[in-house]
Protein backbone atom coordinates (compact mmCIF):
# COMPACT_ATOMS: atom_id res chain seq x y z
CA UNK A 1 0.00 0.00 0.00
CA UNK A 2 0.71 3.36 -0.61
CA UNK A 3 1.44 6.54 1.79
CA UNK A 4 -1.69 8.27 -0.08
CA UNK A 5 -4.14 5.10 0.08
CA UNK A 6 -3.20 5.11 3.73
CA UNK A 7 -4.09 8.40 4.25
CA UNK A 8 -7.35 7.86 2.16
CA UNK A 9 -8.07 5.39 4.74
CA UNK A 10 -7.80 7.73 7.74
CA UNK A 11 -9.94 10.34 5.94
CA UNK A 12 -12.83 8.23 5.66
CA UNK A 13 -12.25 6.65 9.42
CA UNK A 14 -12.38 10.74 10.67
CA UNK A 15 -15.93 11.28 8.79
CA UNK A 16 -17.15 8.31 9.84
CA UNK A 17 -16.19 8.98 13.87
CA UNK A 18 -17.53 12.01 15.90
CA UNK A 19 -15.06 14.71 17.55
CA UNK A 20 -15.07 14.16 21.03
CA UNK A 21 -12.60 13.31 23.54
CA UNK A 22 -13.77 10.34 24.11
CA UNK A 23 -13.36 8.98 20.41
CA UNK A 24 -9.48 10.22 20.47
CA UNK A 25 -9.31 8.63 24.03
CA UNK A 26 -10.66 5.19 22.76
CA UNK A 27 -8.31 5.20 20.10
CA UNK A 28 -4.98 6.33 22.66
CA UNK A 29 -6.28 3.31 24.35
CA UNK A 30 -6.71 1.15 21.19
CA UNK A 31 -2.76 2.10 20.45
CA UNK A 32 -1.65 1.67 23.33
CA UNK A 33 -3.10 -2.43 23.22
CA UNK A 34 -2.11 -2.62 20.22
CA UNK A 35 1.33 -2.12 21.04
CA UNK A 36 1.65 -4.07 24.19
CA UNK A 37 0.58 -6.85 21.88
CA UNK A 38 2.84 -6.31 19.17
CA UNK A 39 6.03 -5.07 21.00
CA UNK A 40 7.82 -8.80 20.38
CA UNK A 41 6.98 -8.39 16.81
CA UNK A 42 7.61 -5.05 15.76
CA UNK A 43 11.01 -3.59 15.03
CA UNK A 44 12.50 -1.21 17.39
CA UNK A 45 12.18 1.61 14.60
CA UNK A 46 8.64 1.02 14.27
CA UNK A 47 7.44 0.36 18.28
CA UNK A 48 9.30 4.21 18.66
CA UNK A 49 7.11 5.53 15.81
CA UNK A 50 4.49 4.03 17.18
CA UNK A 51 4.88 5.14 21.09
CA UNK A 52 5.92 8.81 19.43
CA UNK A 53 2.33 8.79 17.44
CA UNK A 54 0.62 7.96 20.98
CA UNK A 55 2.13 10.89 22.92
CA UNK A 56 0.91 13.40 20.13
CA UNK A 57 -2.36 11.78 20.05
CA UNK A 58 -2.17 11.34 24.22
CA UNK A 59 -0.95 14.83 24.46
CA UNK A 60 -3.87 16.64 22.62
CA UNK A 61 -6.11 14.62 24.49
CA UNK A 62 -4.37 15.59 27.81
CA UNK A 63 -4.76 19.41 26.64
CA UNK A 64 -8.33 18.99 25.61
CA UNK A 65 -9.62 17.49 28.58
CA UNK A 66 -7.74 20.68 30.87
CA UNK A 67 -8.69 23.26 28.13
CA UNK A 68 -12.60 21.84 28.77
CA UNK A 69 -11.90 21.65 32.78
CA UNK A 70 -10.45 25.61 32.47
CA UNK A 71 -13.44 26.60 29.80
CA UNK A 72 -16.09 24.63 32.46
CA UNK A 73 -14.41 26.80 35.66
CA UNK A 74 -14.50 30.26 34.02
CA UNK A 75 -18.09 29.19 33.25
CA UNK A 76 -18.91 28.88 36.76
CA UNK A 77 -17.27 31.18 38.13
CA UNK A 78 -18.56 33.62 35.38
CA UNK A 79 -22.40 31.82 36.32
CA UNK A 80 -21.67 32.55 39.92
CA UNK A 81 -20.45 36.48 39.41
CA UNK A 82 -23.47 36.73 37.39
CA UNK A 83 -25.71 35.39 40.05
CA UNK A 84 -24.32 37.40 42.69
CA UNK A 85 -24.70 40.94 40.47
CA UNK A 86 -28.10 40.24 39.24
CA UNK A 87 -28.97 38.60 43.11
CA UNK A 88 -27.86 42.49 44.34
CA UNK A 89 -29.93 44.70 41.83
Do not use: C, W
Given at each position: M??EEI?TM?R ?8 D??S ?7 L??LLA ?7 K ?12 L ?32
Open positions: TQLFQQAMDRPSASLNAATIEAQDSRGRLSENFEMLVRIGGVYKIGHEQYHGKNDVDTIMKHSHRNHGEDSGSS
